[in-house]
């Protein structure tokens, strides 16, 4: 949520960047609630000290004997007065604060203009596309050639957008996780946390997820949500906190499953893993001093393409423009992926940089040593990385001519040693 002091200091610089996300200026409608809000406050602020003013008056004509009818009756009529107000400026700041839980965040400086994915620059390329002396399949062609990919009983089970993988593709799912948590906290100094899956209203609301995206979600019967990330409850781990700035910076990862009701993902890769309701990932979350979260951001990065790195599957990592940056995002870094059966780079992991955004909304601050005041936390999060496009990557990436896939180096002791993935006998 944005600081409505910086809007109202800084309007024409608040409509502007709203204007780099392709959205209509909103600061009068903004600033006309706040104003009325203020000024319900300043009226309540008033009425008080008439209403301390009429009570000593009170007090005065009680220690002579005299009538004090007339100031009782005006301390009445106060009373009453406030109470209005009170509603009145209570009610002035749901809408203020409805308003602005509806408006994100506002780009970096050095985020790039542009209205899609289209205006995305590219910052640098590791490793050249993967190429092979045949034709390479795709990872659902690769899957069912190992025999365990199955799309068709997962449709039996839960529908379209699901997956059954069984035996080698089990195991590989499973070692690319202890794979990368291993990397993350022995490596990256990240506390391995496993957190719960399913959390209440405020704390989808911390992290952006609601009131704007309630549509992508999986709600339950008791009015909880099933989380789309284990950035929603890795984050709100210092909602409502106040913490020493010597405990800075907080570093965070999780290995959970995920579940997207991908509501405005309607024929978007409707074939294979790439998309689905429920997927696992590995997230990547860091609380951090204010004055640090761009080095953290960099640091966070270069940990989720180290997953990579020691994959030895090439990728590319580019800077996102304002109109394809998420909701709660001041900058984000995607990396893609190169996946030869598509032919394509696709997005793996995108590691962004929330500011203060998130952290206003969860009211998590910390103070600064030696200083009484409090600041909120900057808070980043990133995919360190989606488990299952990993999986499709090492496929894809590291298949033969006869189907069979070459294990990477680095997933081999989490493979019992095992250099290749064939169809059993």
Not at 43 to 49: A, K
Not at 259 to 269: I, Q
Request: charged residues 25%; hydrophobic residues 40%.
């Amino acid at each position: 949520m944005l600081d409505i002091r910086w809007i109202r200091e800084n309007p024409d610089a608040f409509d502007a960047a709203l204007e780099r996300r392709g959205l209509p200026a909103q600061a009068r409608a903004v600033l006309a609630i706040d104003a009325r809000r203020r000024a319900a406050q300043t009226g309540l602020q008033e009425l008080q000290t008439r209403r301390n003013e009429a009570s000593r008056r009170i007090g005065a004509a009680k220690a002579k004997g005299e009538d004090a009818t007339a100031a009782l009756d005006e301390v009445a009529t106060l009373k009453d007065r406030m109470q209005a107000l009170e509603a009145e400026e209570r009610e002035l700041g749901l809408e203020t604060d409805a308003l602005l839980a509806q408006i994100p965040n506002v780009p970096a400086p050095d985020v790039p203009n542009g209205r899609d994915e289209t205006a995305n620059k590219l910052l640098r390329t590791v490793g050249a596309p993967t190429g092979f002396a045949f034709a390479p399949k795709d990872h659902a062609a690769l899957g069912a050639g190992l025999g365990a990919m199955d799309f068709e009983r997962a449709a039996k089970l839960s529908g379209a957008r699901f997956v059954v993988l069984t035996g080698q593709l089990a195991r590989l799912e499973r070692a690319l996780a202890q794979f990368m948590l291993d990397l993350h906290t022995r490596e990256f100094g990240y506390l391995e946390v496993s957190p719960p899956l399913i959390v209440r209203d405020q704390v989808a609301f911390g992290t952006g997820q609601l009131p704007k995206f309630g549509d992508d979600l999986f709600r339950t019967t008791s009015d909880h949500w099933l989380i789309p990330t284990a950035e929603v409850p890795l984050t709100n781990l210092v909602a409502d906190e106040i913490l020493t700035e010597a405990s800075l910076p907080l570093r965070y990862t999780a290995h959970t499953p995920c579940f997207r009701s991908e509501a405005g993902a309607a024929g978007k890769d409707t074939l294979g893993m790439l998309r689905q309701h429920q997927f696992y990932k590995v997230e990547l979350v860091s609380i951090c001093h204010p004055d640090r979260s761009e080095a953290e951001h960099e640091r966070m990065t270069g940990a989720a393409e180290e997953v990579l790195k020691r994959l030895e599957i090439p990728y590319r990592v580019i800077v996102l423009c304002t109109g394809d940056m998420g909701f709660s995002a001041q900058k984000t870094y995607d990396i893609e992926v190169w996946l030869p059966g598509q032919q394509r780079y696709r997005e793996i992991s995108s590691c962004s940089n929330c500011g203060d955004f998130q952290a206003r909304r969860m009211k998590a601050r910390f103070r600064p040593d030696g200083q009484k005041g409090t600041r909120f936390v900057h808070t980043l999060n990133g995919s360190g990385l989606a488990v299952g496009r990993t999986l499709i990557a090492v496929l894809e990436n590291c298949q033969m001519d006869d189907g069979s896939i070459r294990v990477p180096a680095a997933l081999r002791p989490y493979m019992a040693g095992a250099e290749c993935l064939r169809r059993p006998a």
